[in-house]
């Protein structure tokens, strides 16, 4: 008889099931350790959101065997693993494709893939934490990310959470977080579905984590390339380094302090609730973020790229409303703030976001603002992609201007360069401004002012002439030329020699492909008082500086002298603006 059948379920009690589930005990060992029928443990697992297993299958979860060569009834198993894996993709090709896949045969092979999965990791030897392949001539954080992501992975099998914890801690793709709506769009699921699958993903990784001891110090052996003066193992020094480098949101912040710390030795009872303060802390801390350089509208204008200068009499309808729904203000993880200006809530997805907008709030030249106001299409390696700019800018001198920040190892990136080609080319073709900038308000062309050291530049190059040169080997030439490394003058060199720098794994630098260049991006057009635009090019100085090459005058003559139209002739002109946007 069944001690505690229909008994309610404790917190204790909760947790436990949680916990033996998560590390791969059966149905029947579930039953038996909890005194409960197997419904009753069928019923609480749903409950809990944790997947079902039969009686004798446990549940999702690597192993925690230790055994480094599969026995004949683990090769039997793997077998036929990869035999019902080739059944049900032969079953998914069969499927037509007029009435789109089947959603029962698809659930089938993520099943099938799941098993043969878990069987792989159960009995494939621990990884050697020396040997880490093209993955050690990376930057230490590109290293770090690649190792966190390997965590990811080994401990969760679902493919579906595994996909949802790359996307929110930002280990895939472009490196940028995702948030949930954009995680629920790629899915098709609700915004709710795919916040318990994140919270489900994270606690299984704070589950599973000391088991992949290899990988963790593999995350350990970068955290202490990256800083090593750091105490890694306690969160209050190990929180500002993660929202600065890698995720300045709060919830997909403190998980990802909370594996390094574990990476690091912590194991300290109250290491979450320790986490969860040090990241509070670290994402209010605005010195934390750099300071912002930029005083005036005027100065931004300034900086900002023109091919040729318009003026709208108002914001215009194409850049009204939101592209991509970065987050719902509701949420926890949410950087929101009350805009007067618009009279609405503004949600951000990073600091660097929240930094902009903020300052855009308080700048009385700028009368309207939109977060995420446009899709930019453009092609990266054969692949069709969209970039979604920060924000949009209407001022008090009636010009538009598109706003993009990105941190400092990413502004000189291939991928931010192709990015910020197709934005100039799609807005500055419309009369709009383009201005890319850091963290702390500065542009490429101030970046490229940084000096750095033209010898080592020419050895970097001698060194890539026929093939692409691995990132460690161009440090090992700079650490030796330079004994530091300098993120500023490497990002010069990079953008002065147009340099092509990879950003995914294993990072490599080459000589940029022909016909693209970071010289449009080295240029701006100076506003005098008037409004008038004067061409001019900003940039680095000295022979070795391609704006000091390529200085020239670019634009179209600048318009006439801009004069303030009345009220009744704004609301006509916006009248009719109206009308044939309806039309089209």
């Known amino acids: 008889m069944v001690e505690w059948q229909y008994k309610p379920w404790s917190e204790q009690e909760d947790s436990d099931l949680r916990i033996a589930a998560l590390r791969g005990a059966t149905l029947n060992d579930l039953a038996r350790d909890h005194q409960r029928s197997t419904v009753d443990i069928r019923v609480r697992l749903e409950h809990l959101g944790l997947p079902d297993v039969s009686d004798d299958q446990p549940a999702a979860g690597p192993s925690t065997s230790t055994q480094t060569l599969p026995s004949p009834l683990a090769s039997s198993s793997l077998e036929k693993s990869i035999d019902d894996l080739m059944a049900t993709l032969l079953k998914l090709k069969a499927a037509p494709e007029q009435r789109g896949l089947p959603q029962d045969v698809v659930k089938d092979v993520t099943k099938a893939y799941e098993r043969l999965n878990a069987g792989l990791l159960e009995t494939a030897p621990p990884a050697d934490s020396e040997d880490t392949g093209e993955a050690s001539q990376d930057p230490p954080l590109d290293r770090l990310r690649t190792a966190l992501f390997q965590a990811v992975s080994a401990c969760l099998s679902n493919l579906e959470n595994r996909y949802v914890a ?52 593999q995350i350990h052996s970068a955290l202490k390339e990256i800083s090593a003066t750091t105490h890694w193992a306690n969160p ?150 969209d970039y979604f700019p920060d924000a949009a800018i209407w001022d008090s001198q009636h010009r538009v201007v598109i706003v993009e920040a990105r941190p400092i190892f990413k502004i000189f990136r291939r991928e931010t360069l192709i990015r910020a080609l197709a934005a100039l080319g799609l807005f500055g073709s419309q009369g709009m401004g383009y201005l890319l900038i850091d963290a702390v308000g500065r542009t490429l062309a101030e970046i490229a002012q940084q000096s750095f050291d033209v010898g080592a530049a020419e050895e970097i190059e001698s060194l890539f002439a026929k093939e692409p040169l691995p990132f460690r080997a161009a440090l090992e030439v700079l650490k030796r030329r330079t004994q530091r490394f300098d993120w500023d003058a490497f990002a010069s060199m990079v953008i002065n020699r147009d340099w092509a720098v990879s950003g995914r794994s294993p990072v490599e630098i080459c000589k940029l492909p022909e016909g693209v260049s970071f010289r449009p991006l080295l240029r701006a057009v100076e506003v005098n008082g008037s409004g008038n635009a004067l061409s001019r ?48």
């Open 166 to 217: 790359n996307l929110a801690l930002g280990l895939i793709e472009d490196g940028e977080r995702a948030p949930l709506g954009a995680i629920a769009g790629k899915l098709g699921v609700s915004r709710e579905q795919a916040h318990q699958r994140r919270v489900h993903a994270f606690l299984s990784i704070n589950v599973l984590f000391p088991q992949v001891s290899p990988i963790a110090e």
């Open 236 to 385: 209050a020094e190990a929180a500002p380094h993660v929202v600065r480098l890698i995720n300045d949101s709060y919830v997909d912040a403190t998980q990802l302090t909370l594996m390094c710390c574990r990476a690091a030795g912590a194991s300290s009872r109250d290491l979450a609730q320790t986490t969860a303060h040090a990241v509070t802390l670290a994402c209010r801390d605005p010195d934390l973020h750099g300071g912002w350089t930029m005083g005036r509208w005027t100065d931004a204008v300034a900086k900002t790229l023109f091919d040729r200068m318009s003026y709208f009499p108002s914001p215009p309808i194409e850049l009204r409303g939101l592209r991509r729904l970065p987050g719902n203000s509701s949420e926890p993880d949410a950087l929101h703030f009350k805009s007067n200006k618009l009279n609405r809530m503004v949600v951000c997805e990073s600091w660097r976001e929240r930094q902009i907008l903020s300052w855009l709030e308080r700048s009385p030249d700028v009368l309207w603002y939109q977060e995420q106001p446009a899709a930019v299409p453009y092609v990266l390696d054969g692949e069709k992609c």
């Open 537 to 584: 090019s900003r940039g680095a100085s000295g022979p070795h500086c391609a704006t000091a090459l390529f200085a020239r005058r670019f634009y179209t003559p600048p318009p006439p002298p801009f004069r303030p139209l009345s009220k009744r002739v704004q609301i006509r002109v916006q009248h009719r603006h109206d009308q044939k946007s309806q039309q089209r």
